[in-house]
């Protein structure tokens, strides 16, 4: 039995399970926690793009947000691109030649950025 939450209720247990369904009346009621880009930008946060900001003190009037995730949508529902080890194994989208595929070419890509950083 899930315990729905009341409608002026703005503690912490009324955050949305995974697996719930979205109506719209909730999707506007919530629509402060979560920020939907439809033309995403990520800044590196070594980037130079993000050395550019800092020197010229337009930091100043901008905020930066580290990712928590990323969502794709795959058959129409939004699902979470793997970020980690843990996430990329714990798919079920990929099969497992895929996950090993992806999981050697994301070392190699780490080990080139070392040595990139090194040189």
């Known amino acids: 039995k899930s315990e729905v939450p009341k409608e002026n209720d703005d503690s912490p247990k009324s955050e949305a399970r995974p697996?719930?369904?979205?109506?719209?009346?909730?999707?506007?009621?919530?629509?402060?926690?979560?920020?939907?880009?439809?033309?995403?930008?990520?800044?590196?946060?070594?980037?130079?793009?993000?050395?550019?900001?800092?020197?010229?003190?337009?930091?100043?009037y901008t905020e930066f947000k580290s990712i928590t995730r990323?969502?794709?949508?795959?058959?129409?529902?939004?699902?979470?691109?793997?970020?980690?080890r843990s996430d990329v194994f714990g798919t079920k989208h990929l099969s497992?030649?895929?996950?090993?595929?992806?999981?050697?070419?994301?070392s190699y890509c780490v080990s080139e950025q070392e040595e990139e950083i090194l040189k």
């Open 96 to 106: 497992v030649v895929e996950k090993r595929i992806l999981m050697k070419f994301l």
């Open 70 to 84: 990323v969502l794709t949508q795959i058959s129409g529902r939004l699902e979470q691109v793997p970020s980690s």
């Open 19 to 60: 697996d719930s369904e979205w109506s719209r009346e909730r999707l506007l009621k919530e629509s402060r926690r979560f920020n939907i880009d439809l033309t995403p930008r990520l800044l590196y946060a070594r980037g130079s793009m993000v050395e550019l900001l800092i020197s010229s003190n337009i930091s100043r």
